[in-house]
């Protein structure tokens, strides 16, 4: 007779030798175990016993903690995330990676999960496992979406150890086709930029460059979220690519920011401008019932694709070889604020992205090196 796997349950003599019991142990939903015991006559009737508790526990939906796969948990970590009223772009994202993690671990038991298989999961990704070679900065976001998987079931108590923090990301496959790495330029340099630009472009950069803004933020900030007087910013919204505003990326996006005496100034000066065009205008102008900051001269929002090439020809006046796009703006004012040294916590904050994103992003930045070759 086969052994039965660790979490089946098990069938043994009752300690006063008069029957048997059925010994099962489950982990409930809210992060409880539970065991159950049924008496036996005899060991046949035990285990027929310890059958049908098997089966009504999987009728009721709860898996037994040590049979439990890591299908399973890529599924309530789904509907975690749905719950948690996020981006539409988002939650496609996470689909995406989370299938992938389910057609590469997803018979694996969560509980006997290792180090190795992280590892072999993500050498098979790089290497096109899963229909392409996946370059470092995919990899680092299945790990992430792997460790953030686990994790919801380590809150609950559904496993011990989340293996997925010490995998490590491999190198990717020389046959895949590097993408551009961002690129972060000086603060000179975003000043420069933005001398050149035009407005509301010039607008944009300061907002994004030099606020740290995410592109879609600033293409959807209104007016009423700017205190100018007090010199802060609210961020409550973003533009989609179908120039409708939207919620904002994740929860800690929403955030309130302050700028300095440089960047009040520029936007002054855009809404004297902004209110000029829209005098001149007149019957053209399409209203900007949204109350939108970065308009184009007849009201309405500017299109991601027409701001990406104003950047791109602001970049070649000021000479800027190669050129940026805009996210590569955003990227360049975290790298400054890294930089200057402020705790990786209120980088994060300011940003509106996680601490565990600038630790990964910015290691190089962080990390001090020692210089070890002096006596």
Excluded at 170 to 193: V, Y
Excluded at 303 to 315: E, K, P
Excluded at 361 to 366: C, D, F, S
Aim: aromatic share 4%; proline share 5%.
């Amino acid at each position: 007779m086969a052994k039965r796997s660790y979490g089946e349950g098990s069938v043994y003599p009752t300690s006063d030798g008069k029957g048997w019991m059925a010994d099962l142990s489950m982990m409930l939903p809210n992060g409880k175990r539970k065991r159950i015991r049924r008496r036996a006559k005899n060991k046949t009737e035990a285990n027929r016993l310890l059958r049908s508790l098997r089966d009504e526990l999987h009728q009721k939906g709860s898996v037994p903690s040590q049979q439990r796969d890591v299908a399973t948990a890529v599924a309530e970590y789904l509907e975690f995330r749905h719950a948690a009223d996020l981006q539409p772009q988002t939650l496609e994202k996470d689909h995406r990676h989370a299938e992938i993690i389910a057609l590469g671990l997803g018979r694996q038991r969560v509980a006997t999960l290792s180090v190795d298989d992280c590892d072999s999961f993500l050498r098979s990704a790089a290497e096109g496992a899963f229909g392409r070679p996946y370059g470092r900065p995919e990899l680092r976001r299945l790990r992430q979406k792997l460790i953030r998987i686990l994790e919801n079931d380590e809150r609950r108590g559904l496993v011990n150890r989340n293996v997925a923090r010490l995998s490590v990301v491999p190198e990717e496959s020389p046959d895949r086709k590097p993408r551009r790495a961002p690129r972060a330029i000086s603060l000179s340099e975003i000043e420069d930029l933005i001398l050149v630009a035009p407005q509301p472009v010039s607008v944009f950069i300061d907002l994004v460059g030099r606020n740290g803004l995410r592109p879609a933020e600033a293409r959807g900030l209104q007016w009423t979220q700017v205190d100018v007087t007090a010199s802060t910013v609210q961020i409550i919204a973003q533009m989609n690519r179908s120039n409708e505003l939207a919620k904002v990326k994740t929860r800690r996006s929403h955030r309130t920011i302050r700028f300095d005496d440089v960047t009040a100034n520029r936007l002054l000066a855009w809404r004297e401008s902004q209110s000029a065009f829209k005098e001149s205008a007149r019957v053209a102008w399409s209203g900007n019932a949204l109350n939108l900051i970065i308009t184009t001269r007849f009201g309405t929002a500017v299109n991601q694709r027409n701001l990406h090439r104003s950047i791109v020809a602001s970049c070649g006046r000021a000479m800027i070889d190669p050129p940026i796009g805009a996210y590569d703006l955003r990227h360049s004012a975290i790298t400054l604020q890294v930089e200057r040294g402020h705790p990786v916590h209120r980088i994060a904050d300011w940003a509106g992205t996680s601490e565990r994103m600038i630790a990964d992003v910015y290691r190089h930045k962080l990390d001090v090196v020692t210089d070890l070759t002096g006596p």
